[in-house]
C-alpha cells in the first residue's frame, strides 16, 4: 500500500519581531506539552542569516497557534565559536536525567567555504534551552573530513543509541551539487559516539544532497524521512529509506508520500521534515518555500 500524507496546512509563518527571529522558522521541532499542544521549536534567522531558535505553542487538532515566543530560546554564538553564524536544531533525546536537543552549529569563515558541525542543548524542565558545551559534540575526522550537519538521535532496545547525521564528502560533486550523506553512528551512553560511516545510500544526479533525516520506530522496522537534492538548480524534496537495524538503509524515493503543491508557500520547494505519533496518528512538521522562510506545516499520514 503506497504512503501517502495529507496536507493539513501552513501552521505558522513568523512576523519578524525580533532582531534575531526576524525571517524563517525552519527545522520545525515539536516537544509535547499536554494533550494536542506541542512547542515546535525553530530555527530563526537575523538580517545576516545567522539563525537562533525559537519557538510556538502549536495546537495540532485545532491547527492554530496557542502562544508564540517573541525572544530566541537559544542564540547564535560569539564570533570564534562553533556556532556563530546559526544554530538549526535537530531533534531530542534523553540520556540518564538530562533531556538534550541536538542542532547543526553553522561557521562562515570569510576565507572559506560555510560548514558546520554538531552540538548538543541542554534542555530544562521548563524546556529552556543552555548551552551544554563550547565545542561540538561531533567535528570533523578522519570519516566526516569536511562538515556535519543535521543530528538525530534514537535510543533502542538494550539502552544503546543510533545516530544520523549529515556528512559531506564535497563541495561539488561534478555536477555543481555537493555530495552531502547521512551517515550514521553508535553509543552506549548517548555522550560517547563511534561512527560508522555511510549509512542511506546516494545516487549522483538523483539524490545527492541529503539534509535533516527524521527517524520512527515501530512494528516494520525504522522509517526514514529527509529532504534531498538531485543536481545544480533542482530544490529540496522529501525523501524516504527503510531499514530494519537502523544502520544499513534502502533508498525509497518514491514512497515518501509527499510532494511541492501545486500553488502557494510550499509549490517549490518541500524540506526538513520532523515526523512524530499524537494520538494514534501519525504526523509531520515540514518547511516549504525558502528554507522555512515561509515558515511550516503539517502533514497526517493517510490510513487509507
Same mark, same amino acid.
Not at 22 to 28: D, G, L, W
Not at 114 to 141: A, F, H, K, N, Y
Given at each position: /500500500?503506497?504512503?501517502?500524507?495529507?496536507?493539513? $496546512?501552513?501552521?505558522?509563518?513568523?512576523?519578524?519581531?525580533?532582531?534575531? +527571529?526576524?525571517?524563517?522558522?525552519?527545522?520545525? +521541532?515539536?516537544?509535547?506539552?499536554?494533550?494536542?499542544?506541542?512547542?515546535?521549536?525553530?530555527? @530563526?534567522?537575523?538580517?545576516?542569516? %545567522?539563525?537562533?531558535? $525559537?519557538?510556538?505553542?502549536?495546537?495540532?487538532?485545532?491547527?492554530?497557534v496557542?502562544? &508564540?515566543?517573541?525572544?530566541?530560546?537559544?542564540?547564535?554564538g560569539?564570533?570564534?565559536?562553533?556556532?556563530?553564524?546559526?544554530?538549526s536544531?535537530?531533534?531530542?533525546?534523553?540520556? @540518564?536525567? !538530562?533531556?538534550? /536537543? +541536538?542542532?547543526?552549529?553553522?561557521?562562515?569563515?570569510? *576565507?572559506?567555504?560555510?560548514?558546520?558541525?554538531?552540538?548538543?542543548? %541542554?534542555?530544562?524542565?521548563?524546556?529552556?534551552? &543552555?548551552?551544554?558545551?563550547?565545542?561540538?559534540?561531533? $567535528?570533523?575526522?578522519?570519516? *566526516?573530513?569536511?562538515?556535519?550537519?543535521?543530528?538525530?538521535?534514537? !535510543?533502542v532496545?538494550?539502552?544503546s543509541?543510533?545516530?544520523?547525521?549529515?556528512?559531506?564528502?564535497?563541495?561539488?560533486?561534478?555536477?555543481?551539487?555537493?555530495?552531502h550523506?547521512?551517515?550514521?553512528?553508535?553509543?552506549?551512553? @548517548?555522550?560517547?559516539?563511534?561512527?560508522?560511516?555511510?549509512?542511506?545510500?546516494?545516487?549522483?544526479?538523483?539524490?545527492?544532497?541529503?539534509?535533516?533525516?527524521?527517524?520512527?520506530?515501530?512494528?516494520?522496522?525504522?522509517? /526514514?524521512?529527509?529532504? #534531498?537534492?538531485?543536481?545544480? $538548480?533542482?530544490?529540496?524534496?522529501?525523501?524516504?529509506?527503510?531499514?530494519?537495524?537502523?544502520?544499513?538503509? &534502502?533508498?525509497r524515493? !518514491?514512497?515518501?508520500?509527499?510532494?511541492?503543491?501545486?500553488?502557494?508557500?510550499?509549490?517549490?520547494?518541500? &524540506?526538513?521534515? #520532523?515526523?512524530?505519533?499524537?494520538?494514534?496518528?501519525?504526523? /509531520?512538521?515540514?518547511?516549504?518555500?525558502?528554507?522555512?522562510?515561509?515558515?511550516?506545516?503539517?502533514?497526517?499520514?493517510?490510513?487509507?
Amino acid at each position: /500500500m503506497a504512503m501517502r500524507w495529507i496536507k493539513l $496546512g501552513q501552521l505558522y509563518v513568523p512576523r519578524g519581531n525580533h532582531p534575531k +527571529l526576524r525571517s524563517h522558522a525552519a527545522n520545525p +521541532l515539536p516537544v509535547h506539552l499536554k494533550d494536542n499542544v506541542y512547542r515546535v521549536f525553530f530555527s @530563526g534567522r537575523d538580517k545576516d542569516n %545567522r539563525s537562533s531558535v $525559537g519557538a510556538v505553542d502549536i495546537d495540532i487538532e485545532k491547527k492554530i497557534v496557542v502562544s &508564540e515566543y517573541e525572544v530566541p530560546f537559544f542564540e547564535y554564538g560569539s564570533p570564534g565559536s562553533f556556532y556563530d553564524a546559526g544554530v538549526s536544531v535537530g531533534n531530542c533525546y534523553v540520556a @540518564g536525567t !538530562q533531556r538534550y /536537543m +541536538l542542532f547543526m552549529g553553522w561557521q562562515n569563515p570569510s *576565507d572559506g567555504h560555510w560548514r558546520g558541525d554538531i552540538g548538543r542543548l %541542554r534542555v530544562t524542565d521548563s524546556l529552556r534551552l &543552555e548551552s551544554d558545551s563550547d565545542v561540538p559534540l561531533m $567535528g570533523i575526522d578522519d570519516i *566526516d573530513p569536511v562538515s556535519l550537519s543535521y543530528p538525530w538521535v534514537e !535510543q533502542v532496545e538494550g539502552g544503546s543509541f543510533l545516530m544520523w547525521y549529515g556528512s559531506t564528502i564535497t563541495w561539488d560533486a561534478g555536477n555543481g551539487e555537493m555530495l552531502h550523506v547521512i551517515n550514521s553512528a553508535v553509543s552506549q551512553d @548517548g555522550h560517547t559516539w563511534i561512527r560508522k560511516g555511510v549509512s542511506v545510500p546516494y545516487q549522483i544526479g538523483v539524490a545527492q544532497a541529503f539534509s535533516r533525516p527524521t527517524v520512527i520506530r515501530d512494528q516494520d522496522g525504522f522509517h /526514514m524521512w529527509f529532504s #534531498f537534492r538531485g543536481g545544480l $538548480g533542482r530544490t529540496y524534496r522529501i525523501g524516504y529509506a527503510v531499514s530494519h537495524d537502523g544502520q544499513s538503509w &534502502e533508498l525509497r524515493l !518514491q514512497d515518501a508520500g509527499i510532494d511541492v503543491s501545486a500553488t502557494g508557500w510550499d509549490s517549490e520547494m518541500i &524540506e526538513y521534515p #520532523f515526523v512524530f505519533d499524537h494520538a494514534g496518528q501519525r504526523y /509531520m512538521l515540514y518547511n516549504g518555500n525558502g528554507y522555512g522562510k515561509t515558515g511550516f506545516g503539517l502533514a497526517v499520514l493517510s490510513n487509507e
